[in-house]
Each structure stands twice: as C-alpha cells, then as structure tokens.
C-alpha cells in the first residue's frame, strides 16, 4: 500500500474532509444572512424625508374669535391599517393663533378642554396644562405639542408629521 495513492486513503479521510466542507459551508450561509440582514439596516430608507402632510380643518370663518375649539379628524393610515382619529385644538388668544395636540405627554392619553376650568385636563393621572399647553398641575413631563398652522385662500392647514 503505497501514501500517496488516493483509492487506498482510509475512509476517516473522506469524512473528515465532508465534515470540513459542511462546516465552511455552514459558516459562509451564517456570513451571508448576518450580511444581508446589516445591509437592511445600513442602507438609507425612503421615508426618512417624509414631507408633512396638510390637512385643511376649516374655514377661515369658523375660527373662534378667542378661545379653545376642539377639532377632529381622520388621520393618516399606516401601511394595511385603518387611519387613527386625530383630535387638536386651535386656541385663539389675543391676536396669536395656534394649535396644541391633544396628546398628553406623560403617557398619551387625549385631553379635553375645561372651559370652566380654563385649562386642559388629562382624564387618566389628573394631569393640567394652561390655555398655551404648559403643565400646570400633574404628572407630565412637558407642554402639549405646538402644530404649525397657517391660513391659506381662506382655509385654515395644520401640518402634521407624515
Ligand atoms: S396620560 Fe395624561 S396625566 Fe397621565
């Protein structure tokens, strides 16, 4: 029995060369998902410069000459799901227009306008904000969200994010 002679190789060659080759395949497929799933998160995304969307929510006229008026409207729809109601206030104060959202910001519940009061009052942890969204009594962190708004050709916009 001659070393160099392939066919005379005990069958312990053969396996562990198998072995060998199934474990250098296995690695390259675990290179490649790990790669593929890198390359997901390094390429830029589309929707990173999303453009605020205008949303029309009356006409000039049906502003409040001073105060809150609560406003209501469909938001927009993420991808396969039915859009979200989005609720806003335009304040009127003064000669200053402008609008806070209704998101509370300690955990997001959605205020209400006390008149009588003349605050915001979160209904879930007693959280209180003045007429311009400042906190004044309760949990939250910060003032309620300022929206930009602006009046166009006798329609007043809000634009919202996305
Ligand atoms: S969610 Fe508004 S006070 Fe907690």
Redesign the pocket.
Request: proline share 15%; charged share 0%; with cysteine.
């Given at each position: 029995m001659s070393k160099g002679n392939k066919k005379n190789r005990p069958p312990v060659f053969v396996r562990r060369h198998f072995l060998v080759s199934l474990a250098q395949a296995m690695f390259a497929l675990v290179v490649l998902f790990f790669g593929s799933v890198s390359l997901v998160f390094l390429l830029p995304r589309k929707n990173l410069t999303r453009q605020p969307r205008l949303v029309g929510i009356l006409d000039e006229e049906e502003l409040p000459g001073q105060g809150v008026k609560r406003i209501e409207f469909a938001g927009a729809a993420a991808a396969g799901r039915r859009p979200v109601n989005q609720r806003v206030f335009v304040v009127k104060k003064a000669a200053r227009l402008f609008a806070l959202s209704a998101r509370?910001t300690?955990?997001?519940?959605l205020v209400e306008w006390s008149r009588h009061r003349q605050r915001f009052v979160?209904p879930?942890?007693?959280?209180m904000y003045d007429d311009e969204g400042l906190v004044v009594q309760?949990?939250?962190s910060g003032p309620l969200a300022r929206i930009p708004i602006f009046i166009r050709d006798g329609r007043v916009y809000l634009e919202m994010d996305g």
């Open positions: 509370c300690h955990l997001g519940c979160c879930c942890h007693g959280g309760g949990p939250p």
